[in-house]
């Protein structure tokens, strides 16, 4: 059974650096096709994509975020990092970790993890 | 880049059948594959329809995907609604190597 779950800071203070974890498991991020992207949604607004690591390390990011966006894996942890700077509170949102399968017979992004809500307030 | 542009909300009875419309604002809507996802209050989204027409297994065949060159859009059609299809839906397509997501469409069954 694949599983992703999200953990890290409930509440960060402005200018702040927020870190998340995706720990996942009923996979291997080395897997050829194997991806793990981020994506977020703040209260009452759409979902957007922020970050992906792929199974041969090739990242890629939010052409509007990338500066402050950073992905990394640990593949002997089965954990997924991103790390974003100088957090805003529009920044608030639910954070999603969902994996995505490039060369499989069924839907790209096929599981997402519960998600965890990240309030930016000083 | 480019954006994908849907209504921010359709509504229709049960029953009857709904189509939500995800317009692409620059190349062709054929250049990448789109992706449907259902999105109820309080939970992650899931896939209803991926690479434009295809139904992830347990998806009922109420679902169906489309898309249409000459409008440059692709759509969601929901047959014979249910009060349960209400949520939700977002396409999701590709811009080389990001991803877009559209800004949702709330689906109201009443």
């Known amino acids: 059974q694949v599983t992703l779950k999200e953990s890290g800071p409930a509440l960060v203070k402005p200018t702040q650096t927020l870190t998340l974890t995706c720990t996942f498991s009923?996979?291997?991020?080395?897997?050829?096709?194997?991806?793990v992207n981020w994506i977020r949604q703040p209260p009452g607004k759409a979902l957007e994509w922020l970050a992906r690591?792929?199974?041969?390390?090739?990242?890629s990011y939010s052409t509007s975020l990338k500066t402050r966006l950073t992905i990394s894996k640990d593949t002997s942890k089965n954990q997924v990092v991103l790390t974003m700077t100088n957090m805003d509170p529009v920044d608030t949102a639910t954070y999603y970790c969902a994996r995505e399968t490039i060369f499989g017979v069924s839907e790209p992004f096929d599981i997402w993890g519960q998600g965890t809500m990240v309030t930016v307030s000083s | 880049n480019f954006m994908l542009t849907q209504p921010h909300s359709v509504s229709e009875s049960p029953g009857k059948t709904v189509t939500i419309s995800c317009t692409r604002s620059s190349g062709s809507i054929a250049d990448n594959y789109v992706q449907w996802f259902q999105q109820r209050p309080g939970s992650a989204p899931t896939t209803v329809i991926y690479e434009d027409n295809q139904r992830p297994s347990g998806v009922p065949d109420r679902f169906s995907g489309s898309i249409d060159r000459s409008s440059n859009s692709a759509s969601l059609t929901i047959s014979g609604l249910k009060t349960e299809d209400e949520a939700d839906y977002y396409c999701?397509?590709?811009?080389?190597?990001?991803?877009?997501f559209g800004g949702g469409t709330k689906l109201t069954v009443l």
């Open positions: 690591i792929d199974w041969d390390d090739e990242t």
């Open positions: 009923g996979f291997s991020l080395s897997t050829s096709g194997m991806r």
């Open positions: 999701q397509s590709y811009d080389s190597i990001t991803v877009v």
